[in-house]
């Protein structure tokens, strides 16, 4: 039986993933982060790092939020001290496709409905109302993204409700051109350290767009119904403990109920990709000329016993988990 909050959950999590490749590519314009300043007296978020130490070099292992606010910086001496370390540095997908106008094209042909049907045509009565006044309230924000309700009926569920939940979440201040992996791929680009991916960014579309008919109209309902106070609380939770490096809040927020409620798709999206990705870095451990390796990828990758991290874990690797925070709390 499904319940609200492990939707709730699946959704946010699949809207914090794609959101490197939506919205960045459905911006009206790809624009670069200014850099940020963080706000009187906050402290900079706890990270999500870890080094992975192989016979030729290392591996340090990011955990990202692809939203984030000006006050989420300047990021903590870990992170820095990471990045001077290191040579180069590997995102989800190449900063350089990231940034391109054409993946915006390529997400939104996967995402155009092709029998000639309007998406209302299999909505339910009350998803479809809730629908137009969702698009009411927000037509300026959308129209910036050149989304009309008209444009709008031409698309899957799938999409309709990350462009819910995205919008959402900026609405609350959390901006893709502030998220870390912006960030970093700027200051990798401003310091002449080479950039790359792990997987392009038509494998992230078909991620999203394998999602089955029941499974795309629940995710579009769910998203409608968590626009408000309830909606807002649950963004704002799941930033909060990205900000205080909480892997185990962050786990049960995100990955938990889904691996629980939607094995499948679970599988797909997260452990699929992290087998895949495993055997690359296992590579960048040996390339002692490269020098060491920054890798930022969204936190759920990193989490969990499917996660990156134990994953390294059990094929021998030393992995620490590089947290000057943690160390002054536990003292």
Known sequence: MLNRRSLKSLLLSLAVAAVATAGFALAEKPRAATPPSAGAGAAPPVPLLWKVSGESGAVYLLGSFHLLKPA????????????????????????????????????????????????????????????????????????????????????????????????????????????????????????????????????????????????QLQFLQESLESTGDEGRREIEKLHAAWRDGDARALWEGMAAEMRQQFPALYHRINVERNDAWVPKIEAMLGEAAGGNTLVVVGALHLLGEDGVVEKLQAKGFEVERICSACAARAK
């Open 72 to 215: 989420d910086y300047p990021l903590s001496a870990d992170v820095d001290a990471a990045f001077d370390d290191v040579g180069k540095l590997v995102f989800e997908i190449p900063p350089d496709e990231m940034n391109s106008p054409v993946l915006g094209m390529k997400m939104g042909q996967a995402a155009m409905r092709t029998d000639g049907t309007q998406l209302d045509s299999e909505l339910p009565k009350e998803t479809a109302a809730g629908l137009e006044r969702w698009l009411d309230a927000n037509a300026a924000t959308l129209q910036k993204m050149q989304l009309t309700p008209q444009t709008m009926q031409m698309f899957e569920p799938w999409f309709v409700a990350l462009m819910v939940t995205i919008t959402e979440m900026t609405n609350q201040g959390l901006d893709p051109a502030l998220g870390l992996d912006a960030h970093l791929a700027k200051r990798a680009q401003e310091a002449g350290k080479p950039t790359s991916g792990l997987e392009t960014g038509e494998q992230q579309i078909a991620f999203l767009d394998g999602m089955d008919r029941k499974e």
